[in-house]
């Protein structure tokens, strides 16, 4: 008979950073829809719960000792990736205030949704149990489906909800049977029993169940972080997605399936360590190459980003190569490297959407299109992202075309801006483990990627003056809101700032990993 002897009262307070925005969740869910300002008032409550959110993570980091309550680590690794999912949902909050009333789609139910993904994220990071970790991955997949299909009217929309659905189940059964098969080989589904099993488990007659186990889970985890080969549908997912779900998927989705990533394999990667090298070698060559090549090819701004963020999964596994040798290192130059993708890409998006025109406000001025049949759902509202729209933009907005460079530029590694020490110190532990082929290759695909990222920078200020748009058509561009520039300034100041002062971040990092490893 299992019997748990918990303590409640502790357990809140530490599970209270992810805690608290499932409860404002539900406050937005049953009491948003009955006031007649539901968006003002959902986005209020979304905003004060991130802030606090982030005061209690921070507060739960200092005093973080490590203790496993239940199924739940509270140590400062699971505080450290809160706070960069909670960073991630104040930028994604403050862009889409804006966003959403102009597309038509500002309903309460959004920001509920957004605040449910961090606390399966809470759980994802936080679970040293496999079955927790499944279950926080389901509830933050969930959410995302939906929010995929926000816009309804949107073709591309709903297209991009139901791909990610199919993918998502994918990756869930995948999971589940993994996690089966690691029980059915080892008699437990604990984190922790898991890794003091070491190589123990990797032999005898129940191996086959382990690799298979082990194999399938990755398999699933892989699908959520966009690994090739189940990268599929993942940048017609990108594309199709409101913009702003989109930065949340790229950015926290993303840090998410890479911290539950780690925890696996923490406890999994004994059992073979030469596999597990080997295994992580040709999926990070594979997918540098396929994410940047693909990249190459893309008109559109958000396929693009969605192929690059491809590629930046691959460099981010580029230090598991040595991670059976210098674990705690390399878990700080991935967390270094997560907390630099998401300051660059969220940068990058919000960018785009200062610049990026809709087609409601290309229609401002003119007629009002014809009322729809009664019964019908009315025309949506749809993105220009096309690269042709930055044409003049570097002359017009020069503010934005300047910020949007030096994003471009941290994105393909070019210092001394904040992706280059994030690439740096991650390639920095491959040499040290010895595997200069694989840097070899990383090198090379950043060269690819410097081309298609100098491509929309090209364009802002080389396009050429007969497609520049006329003083005229400045009316016609979406006006930055103070709370989109206030996102692109604290981007743009910590991509610069911390490309040039790195190393007290990095130690805060590494300070997070250490205890958690040991």
Not at 140 to 168: D, H, I, P, W
Not at 194 to 201: D, E, V, W
Not at 347 to 365: H, N, T
Request: with cysteine.
């Amino acid at each position: 008979m299992i019997t748990f002897n918990l303590n409640w009262y502790s357990m809140l307070q530490q599970i209270a950073p992810w805690g608290v925005p499932l409860c404002a969740a539900l406050l937005i869910l049953f009491v948003g829809p009955f006031l007649k300002k539901s968006h003002l008032f959902s986005f209020g409550v979304a905003f004060v719960t991130a802030l606090v959110s982030i005061f209690l993570a921070w507060r739960g980091w200092i005093e973080a000792t490590g203790d496993a309550i239940g199924f739940l680590l509270f140590d400062k690794f699971t505080y450290l990736f809160i706070l960069f999912f909670l960073l991630a949902l104040v930028f994604v909050l403050l862009l889409s205030h804006s966003y959403l009333k102009s597309f038509g789609i500002a309903r309460p139910e959004y920001y509920a949704l957004l605040l449910f993904m961090v606390f399966g994220m809470g759980c994802m990071v936080s679970g040293s149990n496999l079955m927790v970790i499944f279950l926080g991955l389901e509830i933050m997949s969930v959410s995302v489906y939906v929010l995929c299909g926000f816009q309804r009217t949107n073709v591309l929309c709903v297209e991009a909800s139901l791909k990610y659905f199919l993918v998502g189940a994918f990756a869930s059964a995948f999971l589940l049977l993994g996690i089966a098969f690691i029980y059915g080989a080892t008699n437990t589904t604990d984190i922790i029993a898991l890794h003091q099993s070491g190589a123990m488990t990797f032999s005898g007659d129940t191996k086959i169940y382990a690799l298979l186990g082990l194999s399938l889970m990755v398999a699933g985890l892989a699908f959520k972080i966009a690994i090739v080969p189940f990268h599929f549908w993942a940048p017609d997912v990108y594309e199709g997605a409101p913009v702003v779900v989109t930065t949340f998927m790229a950015t926290a989705v993303k840090a998410a399936g890479f911290a539950a990533l780690l925890r696996i394999i923490w406890a999994l990667f004994q059992w073979d360590p030469v596999l597990f090298t080997k295994v992580v070698w040709i999926g990070s060559a594979l997918t540098m190459t396929v994410g940047n090549v693909a990249a190459l090819l893309q008109r559109n701004l958000k396929r693009m980003l969605a192929y690059s963020s491809v590629a930046h999964a691959g460099y981010a596994l580029i230090p598991l190569v040595a991670f059976p040798q210098q674990s705690s290192a390399v878990v700080a130059s991935i967390g270094f490297y997560l907390l630099t993708y998401i300051l660059m890409t969220v940068g990058a998006f919000a960018v785009l959407i200062a610049l990026i025109p809709s087609e409601q406000s290309e229609r401002e001025g003119e007629a009002p299109p014809a009322l729809p049949v009664e019964g019908a759902l009315p025309a949506p509202i749809k993105e220009h992202c096309d690269m042709q729209y930055l044409r003049g933009m570097g002359v017009k907005k020069p503010f934005l075309g300047f910020v949007m460079t030096v994003f471009l530029l941290s994105l393909a590694g070019i210092p001394p801006t904040m992706g280059f020490f994030g690439k740096y110190y991650m390639f920095l532990q491959a040499v040290q483990a010895g595997s200069i082929w694989l840097v070899v290759i990383g090198l090379l695909n950043s060269v690819i990627s410097v081309y298609y990222y100098l491509g929309p920078v090209v364009v802002m200020y080389f396009g050429g003056k007969e497609e520049t748009r006329t003083q005229e058509d400045t009316s016609t561009w979406l006006t930055s809101p103070a709370a989109v520039t206030a996102v692109i300034w604290i981007c743009f100041l910590s991509v610069s700032l911390l490309g040039l002062f790195p190393s007290n971040l990095l130690e805060l990092i590494q300070s997070s990993t250490v205890a958690w490893l040991s």
